[in-house]
């Protein structure tokens, strides 16, 4: 919270809600939930906010949500969102400084939302897909260089501080920067001055157009695994010699690029602070402009020992602040301890994003219906009632939680010693520890709100018709199916000798106390998410032998949504487990598999210990069956409905609270 200004602008906060996709245009408008969405950040203390990437060009448009590009239609839509940000000022008065970023990614675009052309400085490939991109002219440079000034004149037009021009994870901007993308032999390439003449024109553009008040970031990546990607030397060389001609205001670096995806929004398979040495090595060598951290810094505490060390002047922390919009006012008024922290699952955010629905968080499913909540805060209700909820999973967690911050008077019951349901076993796998923290955070919110917990309890039916609550909730989720059905075998319902000694679920392996299960494991996988992938990785890592056969082209495919996929199967393969793909078990044989794959059909008998199934739970509905025969009102809400993922509950058990 020490005081810094932005180029005359004082930041309240030294943490930023920096620039990522929200995906919630409408008709290429910003709308209704984008202003929920960035009022929220706003209404929580974030010192800057930098709206999502704006198209410079027509050939710059990369998804279905972009804004439009080259367009005066944005400037009103946009001059609301900004106007109610400035709103929410603090006890100082201060009101976030508002950024827009502005984009293009060369010969990573996307045609099919397009329908133009990827353009690039040498016409090599697109990293998007299997699209070339188009040699740009002369001509056609100065045309996006204009389409740049144009952008941020409409973004002052529109009340932004400032803009952030995008020149991160190799686009358009870094294709002009690096040797391998730009093999131009004209004034645009070649020596390292040619190289830096686009971006320079472009900042310096800017700075004439819009003048001398206006504020000018630059985003930029190091991705040094990645040979034809610049070192981290060649980033610190580009960001000194724009910051010598005082180009930019500010500079911001991230981690991974097109070539290497999956380090661009981290997830738990990576350490914290990802991008905090680069940020550091950048500040090293800056004189004018500031210098920003981002990339795994996850919490209030963690930015405040980036800044305190002096890696960075200010903090970027995206998913944290959509995990929890008020991170910032809860750290600095000393309530660290309330903070909902982003578990790094990708699920909901990016996860929501690549399948092109507006984002959203699985923590916090508030994310997104801001405008349709009334924010991350539900109302307080004007008529409390005695409530009920039966089981402390997700969903019942979630549901107990926000009944009571609106004031109704909760008594949670649950059957197991502890609190959290099969997503604490998630929580057990390797580098999923975040998940056992969510439900501590839980548990002290539960008390903080006075809810009554009750454990060990075996609920029936009588018992919750005898209480008299008004209302009553039931999420007891679902159990393991222990059939071994396999989707690729539709017509079998139960596997052949899944009965037979040594086949456990996963649930079996994973709980507490767990038999150990080690020699040769084969892990079933007919889910293809991490309850798959990660309990193979936890159990070869703990010593047994394990391969994961799954009817699906890969395995842990269904992570590809949360850019998760890859470094799991990494890891696994790092650890010595063995994947095969396109394999269905026909039979377990008590010491061995009978193995087939689906595309020869070849058959073979596998020697294993233990066989470990992966496969949909399912749904305990006796409960309610039994209510409803005894004539008790009751909700049911989680996975005791239909087995599916931890988002849902949570989402179930938030959006139930809210209209009790």
């Given amino acids: 919270m020490q005081p810094l200004?932005?180029?005359g602008r004082p930041l309240r906060s030294r943490i930023t809600f920096g620039a990522h996709t929200a995906n919630m245009s409408v008709d290429g408008l910003p709308s209704e939930r984008h202003v929920g969405?960035?009022?929220?950040?706003?209404?929580?203390?974030?010192?800057?906010?930098?709206?999502?990437?704006v198209p410079v060009h027509r050939t710059a448009v990369l998804t279905r949500g972009n804004f439009r590009a080259d367009d005066d239609a944005v400037i009103a839509p946009f001059r609301r969102l900004v106007d109610v940000c400035r709103a929410e000022t603090d006890a100082d008065g201060l009101a976030p400084v508002m950024m827009l970023q502005l984009y293009h990614v060369g010969q990573h675009g996307d045609a099919d939302n397009s329908f133009e052309p990827n353009w690039s400085p040498s016409g090599l490939p697109s990293y998007h897909d299997a699209d070339g991109s188009h040699e740009m002219s002369g001509d056609e440079i100065v045309e996006i260089i204009e389409s740049f000034v144009r952008a941020a004149t409409r973004a002052q037009a529109a009340g932004f501080d400032g803009v952030e021009i995008f020149a991160a994870y190799h686009a358009l901007v870094d294709q002009f920067w690096t040797p391998w993308s730009n093999r131009r032999t004209d004034e645009w390439g070649g020596s390292f001055e040619n190289r830096m003449r686009l971006s320079a024109a472009i900042l310096g553009g800017i700075r004439e157009a819009c003048g001398d008040d206006f504020v000018v970031g630059l985003a930029v990546n190091v991705d040094p695994d990645v040979g034809a990607s610049l070192s981290l030397a060649e980033m610190c060389e580009i960001v000194a010699w724009h910051d010598e001609r005082r180009l930019m205001d500010y500079v911001t670096c991230g981690t991974g690029s097109y070539f290497d995806f999956y380090k661009l929004m981290p997830t738990?398979?990576?350490?914290?602070?990802?991008?905090?040495?680069?940020?550091?090595?950048?500040?090293?060598?800056?004189?004018?402009?500031?210098?920003?951290?981002?990339?795994?810094v996850r919490t209030y505490d963690g930015a405040n020992a980036v800044l305190a060390a002096g890696h960075a002047d200010l903090v970027s922390i995206v998913r944290g602040q959509i995990a929890d919009p008020h991170l910032v006012d809860k750290g600095r008024s000393g309530r660290g301890?309330?903070?909902?922290?982003?578990?790094?699952?990708n699920q909901l955010c990016w996860g929501r994003r690549s399948r092109d629905y507006f984002i959203s968080c699985l923590v916090n499913p508030s994310a997104g219906r801001e405008f349709e909540w009334g924010g991350d805060v539900g109302?307080?209700?004007?008529?409390?009632?005695?409530?009920?909820?039966?089981?402390?999973?997700?969903?019942?967690?979630?549901?107990?939680?926000?009944?009571?911050?609106?004031?109704?008077?909760?008594?949670?019951?649950?059957?197991?010693?502890?609190?959290?349901?099969?997503?604490?076993?998630?929580?057990?796998q390797p580098t999923r520890h975040q998940i056992v923290e969510l439900i501590e955070w839980y548990e002290r919110e539960l008390g903080r709100l006075g809810v009554e917990v009750e454990l060990g309890r075996a609920v029936t039916a009588a018992w919750l018709g005898e209480l008299g609550a008004d209302e009553v909730v039931i999420a007891i989720g679902a159990a393991p199916a222990r059939a071994g059905f396999q989707r690729a075998v539709p017509l079998v319902d139960r596997l052949e000798g899944v009965d037979r000694p040594g086949v456990w679920a996963i649930h079996d392996v994973l709980e507490p106390g767990a038999p150990v299960v080690g020699g040769r494991v084969l892990v079933l996988d007919d889910v293809g998410d991490w309850r798959g992938i990660g309990t193979a990785m936890h159990l070869q890592e703990a010593g047994a032998a394990v391969t994961v056969v799954t009817s699906a082209a890969v395995v842990?495919?269904?992570?590809?949504?949360?850019?998760?996929?890859?470094?799991?199967?990494?890891?696994?393969?790092?650890?010595?487990?063995?994947?095969?793909?396109?394999?269905?078990?026909?039979?377990?044989?008590g010491d061995r598999a009978r193995l087939r794959s689906t595309l020869t059909g070849e058959v073979e008998e596998v020697a294993f210990d233990h066989l470990v199934i992966a496969e949909t739970a399912v749904p305990r509905s006796s409960l309610s069956l039994e209510l409803t025969e005894a004539g008790v009102a009751h909700h049911t809400i989680g996975d005791c409905v239909a087995?599916?993922?931890?988002?849902?509950a949570i989402y179930e058990g938030k959006s139930l609270a809210l209209r009790l």
């Avoid at 301890?337 to 699952?345: A, F, H, L, M, N």
């Avoid at 790092?574 to 078990?585: I, K, L, Y």
Wanted: proline share 5%; glycine share 12%.
């Fill in 5 to 7: 200004s932005l180029r």
């Fill in 37 to 53: 969405y960035y009022r929220e950040r706003a209404r929580g203390g974030a010192g800057m906010i930098v709206v999502e990437p």
């Fill in 268 to 296: 738990s398979l990576y350490p914290a602070d990802l991008g905090v040495p680069y940020a550091a090595a950048l500040k090293a060598v800056t004189t004018h402009a500031l210098v920003q951290a981002e990339s795994h």
């Fill in 337 to 345: 301890g309330e903070v909902r922290q982003c578990i790094s699952c």
């Fill in 379 to 428: 109302p307080r209700t004007t008529e409390p009632k005695s409530i009920v909820v039966v089981g402390g999973g997700p969903a019942g967690l979630e549901a107990a939680r926000v009944a009571a911050e609106r004031g109704h008077r909760v008594q949670l019951v649950e059957a197991s010693t502890v609190l959290g349901g099969q997503f604490r076993l998630a929580g057990l």
């Fill in 556 to 589: 842990g495919g269904g992570l590809f949504h949360s850019a998760a996929d890859v470094p799991a199967r990494k890891r696994f393969a790092s650890a010595g487990g063995e994947m095969r793909p396109f394999t269905v078990v026909d039979a377990w044989l």
């Fill in 643 to 648: 087995a599916r993922r931890a988002s849902l």
